[in-house]
Structures are given as C-alpha cells and as structure tokens.
C-alpha cells in the first residue's frame, strides 16, 4: 500500500489565487511528522512546511499552510496568493520515527503550474 | 550558513565507470541521507547515517553502490561499476538528529548521466 499519496499529477492556479494540494498518508505509527517539499525546475528540494501528528494547531509558514485532518490522514498544502515563482513541483513526505525508519517516504509529487 | 554542499553538480560517465559523489552536510547535524530521485521510482531512500554510523542501507540498489561517512562533515555514494540504469539525481540530506527536530534540509543534487 502507498504510504503516501498525492492525486493530483497537475494543477493549474490564477495568480493571486489560493490552491490546494491534497495529500493522504498511511500508517500505523502514533507519533509521525509530514513535510512539504518544493523542486522548481532548477531541481532542488526546498523544504517548506512540517506538521507533527501531535500538533494541535495546522502549521503555517508565511504563504504556506497545512490543513492537517488527522482522521482523515490528509495533510493538504494550502498556498494562499499564488505567485508565478511558485510552479514547480511539490512533494509530501511522511517520517515515522516509532518504526525506526528516520528517513522520509515521498509522494509521486503535484506539478503546479502558476498562470499569469 | 552553508547549506548541504554536493559534487559534482552533474556527471556524464560510461558504464562500466566508477563513479563517487560527495556531500558535505550541515555543520552541527547528526544524520545525513542519500537519495535518488527517477522519473520512474520517484525518490526513494538508499541509505541514512547517524553519527557517521550506517543506520538503514535497505535501499542501497546492489553490491555496486557503496557509501561511507568518514566523519561528521563528508559522505561519500560510490557506484562501481555503474551502469545507465543508475542515471538519476541523487540528493544528499541532512538533519539535526535531535528528537522534536527532524526537518531534513536537502542538497542541490547531483545529476548522473550513465551512457
């Protein structure tokens, strides 16, 4: 089964428009914390946004927030005011430290395309 | 501060080639992750150190990939011999290591091309 999975291969976005990228994730773990990557065309991982699965509050940073639904095990990245600079490709990420397993387990990603 | 620093950048090699690449983590981090990134397989973990100590090399593809970390400051992924299947990006990560503070901060990457 996929850990973690992301539906949208692509999405397009008005500029200044807010966006949603969905992402659900499996496991069994209590204690778990999911990312958020950004890899622009230049190819890098830029980390963007953490979410531990004992956080009461929906994290957010600047333009970026989580809309963390525990029961549901979605962990949706919202990016509010969409700027061209923001397409590229985004990717979910799950760690689950009670496996043992430190490393992150990654989505297939979302293309998100920014139009003017 | 210094990111997570990798080389080379890019890497064109025949099969049969050795190939070695380097990644310097951040000062101060206690884990260190490499990773691979295909069109076909996505990202996906080959091996993670923590205090220079192999913790997880369950991804490591085969007897042809290898990877060291020396010291606190330098990591090393060889492949030998490589072959064009292992033509990817390969990212190279770091974390503090300390519980509660798990945020893996990434290397530009190096882009291998096997011919």
């Not at chain 1, 953490?50 to 962990?75: H, I, P, W």
């Not at chain 2, 192999?54 to 290898?66: A, L, N, T, V, Y």
């Not at chain 2, 390969?90 to 290591?97: E, H, I, K, V």
Request: hydrophobic share 35%.
């Amino acid at each position: 089964a996929q850990k973690i999975t992301q539906t949208q291969p692509g999405m397009f976005v008005q500029e200044k428009e807010a966006v949603t990228l969905d992402c659900t994730y499996d496991t069994s773990d209590p204690s778990y914390g999911l990312f958020w990557y950004k890899q622009p065309s230049s190819g890098e991982m830029i980390f963007l946004i953490y979410q531990g699965s004992y956080d009461q509050q929906n994290a957010t940073e600047g333009r970026y927030s989580l809309n963390f639904q525990k029961a549901r095990k979605s962990a949706n990245l919202v990016i509010s005011a969409s700027q061209l600079g923001d397409s590229a490709m985004y990717f979910c990420a799950m760690r689950e430290p009670g496996t043992g397993r430190r490393a992150l387990t990654f989505g297939s990603g979302t293309r998100l395309q920014v139009q003017p | 501060d210094a990111g997570v620093i990798q080389s080379p950048r890019h890497e064109v090699t025949e099969m049969g080639q050795e190939v070695t690449l380097r990644c310097k983590p951040i000062s101060g981090h206690n884990s260190l992750f490499w990773y691979r990134q295909t069109m076909m397989r996505g990202l996906e973990l080959l091996i993670y150190f923590n205090n220079n100590v192999p913790i997880d090399d369950s991804g490591m593809p085969e007897d042809r990939f290898s990877a060291k970390m020396p010291n606190a400051s330098f990591s090393t992924l060889k492949i030998q011999p490589s072959e064009p299947r292992d033509s990817a990006v390969y990212f190279c990560a770091s974390s503090p290591g300390l519980a509660g503070v798990e945020t893996q901060y990434f290397g530009p990457g190096t882009r291998l091309l096997v011919l």
